[in-house]
């Protein structure tokens, strides 16, 4: 007798309620994290982030939650444990300045002058915030991510060369 070739079984339809299905969200850790944050940044956070220079955030509390709502709009699949510790990037108010903050855990933008410390661990960052390649510097508690005007990333982890 003959067996058929392709199995012919009545195809089973599964319909899914959003109501039965439970999502479950899998923290990245290790490599994939760091592929993760090794990822071309979207246009509208590479905006968003380089107008905090000019967008009053130093005064206004509203500009400063419309900056962390970029960065956890950019980053939604990471924990709160993972965000970024802050931004670093260059200063255009002019001397004495050098670069601003935008510090994640005070929720606060912060010029500093040259030499001036920079709070958190982000002293490491200050030197690719000045290079003219990147727009800004994402600083992580283990990594740093110079993020590019076109949202390419450089990564590395402590503080050490950009891959």
Do not use: W
Request: proline share 4%; hydrophobic share 35%; glycine share 8%.
């Amino acid at each position: 007798m003959r067996r058929p070739i392709l199995n012919q079984q009545p195809k089973v339809d599964l319909k899914l309620n959003a109501e039965t299905v439970s999502r479950t969200t899998v923290e990245l850790n290790g490599l994939a994290l760091e592929k993760r944050l090794k990822q071309q940044r979207s246009q509208a956070y590479i905006e968003a982030m380089t107008r905090l220079d000019a967008a009053g955030a130093v005064c206004d509390r509203s500009k400063v939650q419309e900056l962390i709502q970029s960065i956890q709009n950019e980053f939604g699949e990471l924990k709160p444990h993972q965000f970024l510790i802050g931004i670093v990037a260059k200063c255009y108010l002019g001397a004495p300045y050098e670069v601003h903050t935008l510090d994640m855990r005070q929720e606060i933008v912060q010029h500093y002058k040259a030499g001036q410390p920079l709070p958190s661990g982000m002293e490491r960052a200050r030197g690719l915030a000045m290079h003219p390649s990147y727009s800004f510097v994402e600083v992580y508690s283990d990594s740093i991510c110079a993020v590019a005007a076109k949202g390419y990333v450089a990564f590395t982890r402590g503080g050490g060369n950009v891959q």
